[in-house]
């Protein structure tokens, strides 16, 4: 794995070019939308790239937080804006429950195919949003919350670029202090 040594360096696995955050500038709004919110998924997905159980290590005490409480707290936040607000599902959450809120996080223990299941249920629930986003005939497509009421397809992607950003900025320190990686 190669690394920056600096903050604002690239964060790069195996040499590989970073084609993040090269989506469109300019142009139709659910294209762009889009792609800031593929970007910061890749960036998730890279700052979690080389590690294993690892993923499970590092909380910061007295804190849960860990990668793997991310992938797992983000895949229940995509499958609850995409699944059970926007399509409509009844669709609970996976690590978390009503009685858990934190489950995602404080259960995110390593063990037999802890990761490897995290990883496949974020892959699963960003399956289903990119094909709800791509077939909806436009951004507002409305759902109901409980939290927010009526909210838009496009009030959703807007936040989930803001919820994926936040976490991944906790992803950068969890990151840095299990192996010392730095970068964007």
């Not at 009844?90 to 037999?112: E, I, K, M, N």
Request: aromatic share 8%.
């Amino acid at each position: 794995m190669t690394n920056g040594s600096r903050r604002a360096e690239i964060f790069t696995v195996d040499a590989a070019p970073d084609h993040r955050f090269t989506g469109p500038a300019t142009g139709d709004e659910r294209r762009v939308l889009v792609a800031f919110l593929a970007d910061q998924r890749a960036t998730l997905e890279l700052k979690c790239s080389g590690m294993g159980e690892e993923l499970s290590r590092q909380a910061v005490e007295p804190s849960t937080l860990s990668l793997l409480g991310l992938v797992r707290h983000l895949a229940d936040v995509e499958r609850r804006w995409f699944r059970t607000v926007l399509a409509g599902q009844d669709a609970v959450p996976r690590f978390s429950s009503a009685a858990d809120p934190d489950g995602a996080f404080d259960t995110a223990h390593s063990g037999p195919g802890a990761v490897r299941e995290a990883w496949a249920a974020w892959r699963a629930e960003v399956a289903f949003a990119d094909r709800f986003v791509a077939e909806a005939p436009d951004l507002d497509v409305e759902g109901e919350d409980a939290w927010r009421g009526r909210v838009s397809l496009r009030w959703v992607l807007v936040h989930m670029v803001e919820e994926y950003a936040r976490h991944n900025g906790h992803a950068d320190l969890l990151r840095e202090r299990i192996d010392g990686a730095v970068g964007i």
